[in-house]
């Protein structure tokens, strides 16, 4: 008897955003078959638990029910049985996220994790999933997107799908719904954005710029695509944002603004940042879905998986997302500047990465980065935002040891030769060697201040030998970002917070570590209520850091917990907290100098 697992899932209660699975077992453990769903997804190291969402689960075979036992959060164990062994059940889905789930009758998502139950001692098996249309289905004209395998399906994508093992099953998330499908080749590959919601788009320019995007990073490693087609899975909504990647797809969720419209050929903001995200998730096609962190093979997927290597992953695919965009001339060398300068922003406003190394941040990331409290920017540092600064340090190291001859390309194209077609995991620390070896010279004296101290990284001098000036500024205000030279009046003091407008009082989100905040004792949580005795409000508080000097004392009223205080703090000179980079080329035209070029 065939030893496949078959699934079934079926978008049948759109109302009740529930999924109605179905799992069939030939051949059960005669001891008793053990299922259970994974507690993190591959890509976002947090335990989710997705077994909570579990909310009726029962098991059948030829003779009547088979009694199942639960035995921890995720798992569960049937009485021994003669197979087939029928387990059918329920998964609430209403999560607005790439990671989890959602069902409702405008569209479904979900991922592998959330609802596909893996069968102890049988992860090696093939499987096949049965995507079942509803009546909801074809009256609305719903349409189904995934990277599984295609065996048998209708000219709507409902149907028969298939992967070699469980590993692959949760590596395909599937969107269903009245889809805009855009297809475009990109390196004689099939691609596919898939969009869902409510939203106007200029459907050419967007593959056109995508096919471009694609092309440039198979180039990038020097072979054949890895993959024999791919598929973006966009969920457009009116704020979201996030991506996680697949092997041959990714999941992503956009604003409708960041979309390309019809009749507006500039490069806005927003979709900048759109490309931006569909660059990085395809980038890990290669860095992390293929060459992956020992740490990861297997993936444990029902505890952490420690590593302190993320800044590979995620800080090297962070410097070429926004690079590539540059390269491939989807934007100018100073909107990448100013890009840059904005990633050198964060990293100066985070005060924990005095307190947090690169490696501490990628090993604490279950809880830490990805369980970030008031108090996260004095506490860590990021290891996307320092990783890819990281990169960048390395990436002109290496250029200028080597006389321009080699680059970071040079160590990606290594690593992917080395690990990526080979399918060997990388070691852990193992990118280190790798770096060495491309640059001829060890750079270990770098690797230990970048990654095991929280010295500052050598950002200044790096950028100067390569034509590019790093300047710092005070902020303008909140909204100031970095990246560009200031345009309007600088404060001339710094509270040491952070507010955020809530019902028309002022709340206080963060407290900055040794700032004059949090000597005068303000906590996070606090409302603002007055400053010298003036109501308080955005604008006011703006203002009066543009009259005030250093070293001047301002009375606060605020209630904590509704009862009134008074502190006076004592106002500080802001730091120089806002980068931004400038050419210091001899012949202004000549930008092929460049690195990034
Ligand atoms: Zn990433």
Redesign the pocket.
């Known amino acids: 008897m065939s030893s496949s697992i078959f699934y079934s899932i079926s978008p049948r209660h759109p109302q009740a955003h529930s999924f109605v699975m179905r799992c069939l077992i030939n051949d059960p453990d005669s001891a008793g078959q053990v299922v259970s769903l994974p507690s993190w997804i591959p890509g976002s190291y947090m335990i989710r638990d997705f077994a909570k969402n579990v909310t009726r689960i029962n098991a059948s075979a030829k003779g009547g029910g088979v009694p199942m036992e639960k035995l921890d959060k995720d798992s569960w164990r049937c009485d021994p049985c003669i197979g087939p062994l029928q387990i059918e059940y329920e998964v609430y889905a209403w999560d607005p996220s790439v990671r989890t789930a959602r069902l409702d009758e405008a569209y479904g998502f979900f991922n592998g994790t959330s609802v596909f139950l893996r069968v102890h001692g049988k992860e090696e098996s093939v499987c096949s999933v049965d995507i079942q249309p509803s009546d909801w289905c074809r009256e609305n004209y719903w349409q189904v997107a995934t990277g599984l395998d295609i065996k048998k399906i209708d000219s709507n994508g409902f149907g028969e799908y298939g992967s070699d093992n469980y590993d692959a099953l949760i590596d395909y998330p599937v969107l269903m719904g009245a889809l805009r499908r855009c297809p475009f080749k990109a390196g004689g590959v099939e691609h596919e954005m898939v969009l869902v919601g409510h939203f106007d788009l200029d459907e050419q320019r967007l593959t056109r710029d995508l096919a471009i995007l694609c092309s440039h990073h198979i180039n990038f490693f020097q072979s054949p695509a890895p993959m024999e087609r791919y598929v973006f899975l966009v969920q457009v909504t009116t704020s979201g944002y996030g991506g996680l990647?697949h092997r041959n797809s990714s999941a992503l969720m956009c604003s409708r603004d960041d979309l390309p419209v019809p009749g507006v050929e500039k490069m806005s903001d927003a979709y900048r940042t759109f490309l931006g995200l569909c660059s990085?998730e395809y980038f890990?096609s290669w860095n992390v879905k293929r060459i992956r962190p020992q740490a990861f093979v297997p993936y444990d997927l029902n505890h952490e998986c420690y590593t302190r290597d993320l800044w590979v992953f995620?800080g090297i695919?962070s410097y070429y997302d926004d690079q590539a965009l540059c390269r491939c001339g989807l934007i100018n060398a100073e909107s990448y500047l100013e890009l840059l300068g904005q990633t050198i922003t964060r990293y100066l406003r985070t005060p924990g990465r005095r307190h947090q190394t690169l490696a501490e941040s990628s090993f604490e990331a279950w809880t830490k980065f990805y369980k970030q409290d008031e108090n996260a920017a004095n506490a860590i540092v990021s290891y996307y935002t320092k990783g890819a600064l990281v990169a960048l340090c390395l990436d002109l190291q290496i250029r200028t040891e080597t006389a321009g001859k080699k680059s970071l390309d040079d160590v990606m194209c290594l690593l992917w030769q080395r690990y990526g077609q080979t399918n060997e995991a990388l070691p852990e620390g193992g990118a280190i060697a790798v770096v060495n070896e491309i640059c001829g010279k060890s750079q270990d004296r770098f690797f230990d201040q970048a990654l095991h101290s929280t010295a500052e990284l050598p950002l200044q001098a790096l950028l100067s030998g390569a034509g590019v000036v790093l300047n710092q500024r005070i902020a303008m205000n909140a909204q100031d970002k970095g990246g560009k030279e200031a345009s309007e009046t600088l404060p001339k003091v710094a509270t040491g917070m952070r507010v955020q407008a809530e019902n028309s009082t002022l709340r206080i989100s963060h407290v900055l570590r040794d700032g004059p905040a949090q000597r005068a004792g303000l906590a996070p949580g606090d409302i603002l209520v007055a400053i010298d005795n003036v109501q308080v409000s955005s604008k006011v508080l703006e203002r009066l850091c543009q009259q005030k000097e250093p070293g001047d004392t301002i009375a606060v009223h605020l209630f904590r917990d509704s009862v009134l205080q008074l502190v006076n703090v004592v106002l500080a000179e802001p730091e120089a907290d806002t980068a931004f980079l400038t050419m210091a080329l001899v012949d202004a035209d000549d930008k092929s100098v460049l690195w990034f070029h």
Request: net charge negative; hydrophobic share 0%.
């Open positions: 990647e990085h890990h995620e695919t």
